[in-house]
C-alpha cells in the first residue's frame, strides 16, 4: 500500500474533479474513479499536507454517485477543489 499525497486536481467545466495528482510522481495525475477504487479497496490512502495538518482523502456517496472529499475544516487549503490545477 502506497500513501499517496495530492498537491494538484483536475475539474470539469461543472467544477468536479476528475483526477488527483501530484506532478512528477508516476502515479499521477490518478482519475478519481480509480482513486476511489484504491481507497475502498485499501490498495492505496490519499491525502492533503499542509503544515499544520494532514488531511485524509475520503470516498462519499453523494446523490449522482461516489466523490472524494476532504473533512471540513476551518481552512480551505486542504479542499480538493481549491487545489491547482493538474
Known amino acids: 500500500m ?3 499525497r495530492i498537491t494538484h486536481s483536475r475539474k470539469d467545466t461543472r467544477g468536479n474533479i476528475t ?3 501530484y506532478p512528477g510522481q508516476y ?3 490518478r482519475p478519481t474513479a480509480d482513486a ?3 481507497i475502498e479497496s485499501r490498495a492505496h490512502t490519499y491525502f492533503v499536507q499542509w ?3 494532514r488531511t485524509e482523502v475520503r ?3 453523494g446523490a449522482t454517485g461516489k466523490y472524494l472529499r476532504t473533512d471540513r ?3 480551505t487549503q486542504n479542499n480538493l ?3 491547482p490545477n493538474l
Open 36 to 38: 476511489i477504487r484504491d
Open 73 to 75: 475544516d476551518s481552512t
Open 59 to 61: 470516498v462519499v456517496q
Open 81 to 83: 477543489d481549491d487545489l
Open 27 to 29: 502515479w499521477s495525475p
Open 2 to 4: 502506497a500513501d499517496r
Open 19 to 21: 483526477a488527483v495528482g
Open 51 to 53: 503544515p499544520e495538518k
